[in-house]
């Protein structure tokens, strides 16, 4: 999650400063850390410097968790700098790119809509939409913000409902619909002396501070670890005493995807997996004073993963490629079946 505490109430330069010298001690987290270092420079208004972190997540010979979500951030931060024609090259190749995960069709589409480019962001967000929900019975909560900016844009168009922006309705919880929140000819409170105008305004605003609070205290994934198998062999290696909890590693896999059903099943919402590597793991038992040959110590590492937003949302879609790294689609790897 990305900080908006206003600058004047956090040294958000410090903070960023923060943020990469533990990048450089936990290089297994850089991505993550460095993207927040680098919002909090954008909200101290150092664009310049937030540009160099994203450039040196792109330049990095480590691959990224998440190419898109960065090339999107660097064009909205660039745009807001007035390095306009490089921020839309960059919106260009991430929408040509057709990424697989939400949120770098979400920034770019929003950095379009910020600048009243309406007709591109509709298509941006549009695109987005197509790509991920097409055939999906029950869109992803990540996906969700797709759906209401599309949908925000459209009304500001003045675009008739389609079926998008009808099923953005149905899953809008708001007890304010869309179409109220969302209409271009609100009466703003500052500009209106009529009690009753002024009293609808603030129930608007109630409910999309209502909306924006639940989103920011969803709860983190319930999330389960999933070990490569160098890392898996390395581990077992270092501590024989987690073979018995894990037996191959392909036995690993099917307990992770099984595990994963079983929960869905019973109705547990917002699943997830974290990728743990080795030296993360040593790092965290060592904060814990505890043996990494504790298995006690294994959920506990998978939530503070999942705490600092590294799960990936299960289950990936079909056509997406599966959580194992096997390179093949999830419909046809662990999916099969589902």
């Known amino acids: 999650m990305r900080p908006d505490t206003p600058a004047e109430?956090?040294?958000?330069?410090a903070e960023a400063a923060r943020l990469e010298r533990t990048a450089g001690l936990y290089p297994e987290d850089a991505e993550h850390l460095l993207l927040q270092a680098a919002a909090h420079l954008e909200l101290a208004g150092d664009r310049a410097g937030a540009s160099t972190l994203y450039d040196r997540l792109l330049a990095s010979d480590s691959p990224l968790e998440g190419p898109y979500l960065v090339r999107a951030l660097k064009a909205s931060?660039?745009?807001?700098?007035?390095?306009?024609a490089e921020a839309r090259a960059i919106i260009d190749g991430v929408r040509a790119a057709a990424p697989r995960d939400p949120a770098p069709w979400v920034i770019v589409a929003e950095a379009l809509e910020s600048h009243d480019e309406l007709e591109a962001a509709q298509d941006t967000f549009t695109e987005g939409a197509?790509?991920?929900?097409?055939?999906?019975?029950?869109?992803?909560?990540?996906?969700?913000?797709?759906?209401?900016?599309?949908?925000?844009?459209?009304?500001?168009l003045g675009a008739a409902h389609d079926e998008w922006d009808a099923l953005a309705d149905t899953l809008h919880s708001s007890p304010i619909s869309l179409d109220e929140l969302h209409d271009p000819k609100r009466v703003w409170s500052l500009g209106s002396d009529n009690p009753a105008e002024l009293q609808a305004e603030i129930t608007r605003l109630q409910a999309e501070l209502?909306?924006?609070?639940?989103?920011?205290?969803?709860?983190?994934p319930v999330a389960v670890l999933h070990w490569s198998a160098p890392e898996l062999a390395e581990l077992v290696a270092a501590y024989p005493a987690l073979t018995a909890e894990y037996p191959s590693h392909e036995e690993h896999?099917?307990?992770?995807?099984?595990?994963?059903r079983e929960l869905a099943a019973s109705g547990t919402p917002n699943l997830g997996i974290v990728t743990a590597t080795v030296p993360s793991y040593e790092a965290f038992a060592a904060s814990e004073a505890s043996s990494p040959s504790d298995t006690t110590?294994?959920?506990q590492y998978a939530t503070t993963l999942a705490a600092r937003g590294l799960a990936v949302a299960w289950p990936p879609q079909r056509a997406s490629a599966c959580w194992c790294g096997s390179g093949r689609g999830y419909g046809e790897c662990h999916g099969v079946g589902a």
Do not use: C, K, Q
């Open 297 to 299: 110590l294994l959920p």
């Open 210 to 220: 209502g909306t924006y609070r639940e989103a920011l205290s969803r709860p983190f």
């Open 130 to 156: 197509v790509l991920l929900l097409t055939d999906v019975p029950e869109p992803p909560y990540s996906t969700l913000p797709l759906l209401f900016g599309r949908h925000r844009v459209r009304r500001m």
């Open 77 to 84: 931060n660039l745009w807001e700098y007035d390095h306009e």
């Open 253 to 260: 896999l099917a307990t992770i995807e099984a595990s994963l």
């Open 9 to 13: 109430n956090v040294d958000h330069t």
